[in-house]
């Protein structure tokens, strides 16, 4: 990111990526979601509290060690464990759910998240046998040496790297994982674990997106473009679906943590920020601001800002006007 901030604590939808998919986590799972992190990484234990566990990675050696890691907090408590990444802030609770679902009614040693995308991704092969079990993960630089190299890479289901695994037999095959020479030294990968489960012909499960956006990261500014416009798209749709009329959704701004009511009509260039609440039967733009404020029924606002405000019922702003807690200026 070259950045001075940690990289999950970038925001998408108004919202640090983090705190995205901890809310996933936190409506799936039974106990607080457990956070590997690295020592003295205060920012993250500021912003979920006494919500979360913390456990310290003090090397960064590789996804199956930061799992590992882990093991002193959960261990004989949960008899599964699902393991995400802090960047991919577009997965939802329903697929984790789905995912702990399929582990336990298949009795599976790993369920693992996969997406049909496309054959040029940088993310590993799911490779199935003739009865479609999953036999292995190839990741890309390694197919690149097999002899069927072609055929590997032009397999279009990948792997997301989320895994939902039994407890019990996580933690007896993580100290067994092969160590492996990466950019940084030697890492531990998370991914070796569906090897092992196949070489002990155990059951591996894939559990495939609906949406395939629900498996984008961002670890570059420029992949945070992309995971931003994917989660703008997935935010206006559900409005649209529910009545409210986005005159360009391509140029309409809603986060998480807004309500909007039926029938209001969101004009372009239109930002609605923070914890907002608007009102049924609003027209709201074009060129208008409003964060973190209430929003009656029938208001119209147009060209203005409005911000720690609160608007009665059928009131008309702008255009040209700065509302600021219950303060109205021209601008």
């Known amino acids: 990111m070259q ?82 990444y802090g960047d991919m802030p577009l997965l939802r609770a329903e697929t984790m759910r789905r995912m702990a679902q399929a582990q ?19 993310f590993g092969r799911v490779v199935r046998n ?3 079990e999953v036999v292995e993960i190839v990741e890309v630089a390694e197919a690149r040496q097999r002899r069927d190299a072609t055929k590997v890479l032009a397999i279009s289901e990948l792997n997301v790297g989320v ?20 950019r940084n030294g030697q890492e531990y990968y998370l991914t070796d ?7 002990q012909k155990q059951k591996v499960v894939a559990v495939t997106l609906d949406d395939p956006g629900e498996a984008l990261g961002a670890g570059t500014r420029a992949e945070l473009v992309a995971v931003e416009k994917a989660f703008r798209r997935r935010a206006n749709d559900r409005w649209l ?25 969101i004009w372009p260039n239109t930002y609605l920020q923070g914890v907002t609440v608007i009102g049924e039967g609003c027209v709201v733009g074009p060129n208008v601001i409003i964060r973190d404020s ?38």
């Open 104 to 122: 336990a009614e298949s009795g599976a040693a790993v369920a693992m998240l996969s997406a049909i995308g496309d054959p040029g991704s940088s």
């Open 193 to 199: 674990m569906i090897g092992l489960a196949v070489q």
């Open 241 to 265: 679906a529910a009545g409210v009329t986005l005159v360009n959704p391509e140029t309409t701004y809603i986060d998480q943590t807004v309500t909007i009511g039926q029938d209001s009509v």
């Open 3 to 84: 950045s001075r901030k940690q990289k999950i604590l970038h925001e998408v939808g108004g919202r640090p990526m983090a705190a995205h998919v901890f809310e996933a986590a936190a409506a799936v799972a039974d106990l607080p979601p457990v956070l590997v992190v690295a020592p003295g990484e205060e920012a993250i234990r500021q912003l979920f509290g006494e919500r979360a566990v913390y456990v310290e990675q003090p090397e960064q050696l590789g996804t199956g060690h930061a799992t590992r890691m882990a093991e002193p907090v959960l261990h004989g408590r949960s008899d599964q464990v699902l393991v995400t």
């Open 130 to 132: 003739k009865a479609g």
């Open 163 to 182: 895994y939902c695994f039994a407890a019990g037999w996580l933690w007896d095959q993580l100290p067994a994982l092969p160590v492996r020479q990466a």
């Open 294 to 331: 209430q929003v009656g029924h029938g208001c119209r606002i147009e060209q203005a800002v409005v911000e720690n405000a609160t608007l009665a019922d059928g009131e008309n702003i702008g255009p040209f006007a700065h509302v600021r807690g219950h303060m109205r200026a021209s601008i």
